[in-house]
């Protein structure tokens, strides 16, 4: 079985070199290529195709917009970020972009092993004493999403919504809220359009989000 490609893109040469040999002391990969800027995320995914590459953050350029671009091109290639930076906010917009792994320099040899085997078989790998940070951050960025569409919603959509997390039909909610069943069609088009989704499911999918507290009352009549 050959080697597996890897590349380098650091504006260290000395850690470059520390992680070509742990990669030859792995064994089973082959370093292709190396880069010490941001765009020579893009010119070597453009040029080598490897199948996994090693990027800082802390380089000349954007490495995030370096990062997106690059598998735009080439989106086999596995992207593992390798940085000194702890900030929760990097790590998202970086997996964001599309890496496949975020390890923090200072991590055992280990972790960057395993983010390359992670990678390979389709898996995210964060560094595991930082993931914590970065789920919390996750978790605080899609709350802050949901109240931003909340307050987007009216005081009927509300309603309507609240009804729909209780399973009711539209011809019920039209009577409980002396609407004719054409306006309330009307309000679900406007929902699905504010909450980005395609039909009365998501909405009350997306509507069960906003509203954790609330639970369906009947699945089977949501596609009433």
Do not use: C
């Not at 991590?107 to 960057?112: F, I, K, N, T, V």
């Not at 993931?131 to 978790?139: P, S």
């Not at 309000?187 to 504010?194: F, P, R, S, V």
Request: net charge neutral; hydrophobic share 45%.
């Amino acid at each position: 079985m050959p080697d597996r490609s890897v590349a380098i893109v650091d504006d260290h040469p000395l850690l470059m070199e520390g992680i070509g040999a742990l990669l030859k002391r792995w064994g089973g990969f082959a370093l292709t290529a190396t880069g010490n800027i941001a765009e020579d995320i893009v010119s070597i995914v453009r040029t080598h195709r490897p199948g996994e590459m090693i990027v800082d953050l802390n380089m000349v350029g954007d490495v995030f917009q370096a990062i997106a671009d690059a598998l735009k091109i080439a989106p086999e290639t596995k992207i593992i970020v390798f940085t000194a930076s702890t900030s929760p906010d990097d790590a998202i917009r970086a997996l964001d972009a599309g890496a496949r792994g975020y390890v923090l320099k200072g991590s055992p040899g280990e972790d960057l092993f395993q983010a390359l085997q992670a990678a390979q078989h389709g898996d995210v790998y964060v560094t595991p004493a930082f993931a914590t940070k970065v789920i919390g951050a996750l978790q605080d960025k899609a709350v802050e999403r949901q109240k931003a569409i909340s307050n987007r919603l009216s005081v009927r959509e509300e309603q309507i919504v609240k009804l729909l997390l209780l399973g009711k039909r539209n011809s019920e909610i039209a009577r409980e809220l002396s609407l004719s069943d054409k306006t309330i069609k009307g309000y679900m088009t406007n929902l699905m359009a504010k909450l980005n989704v395609r039909n009365r499911l998501e909405v009350v999918l997306a509507a069960q989000r906003l509203y954790p507290p609330m639970t369906i009352a009947t699945v089977t009549r949501l596609h009433s």
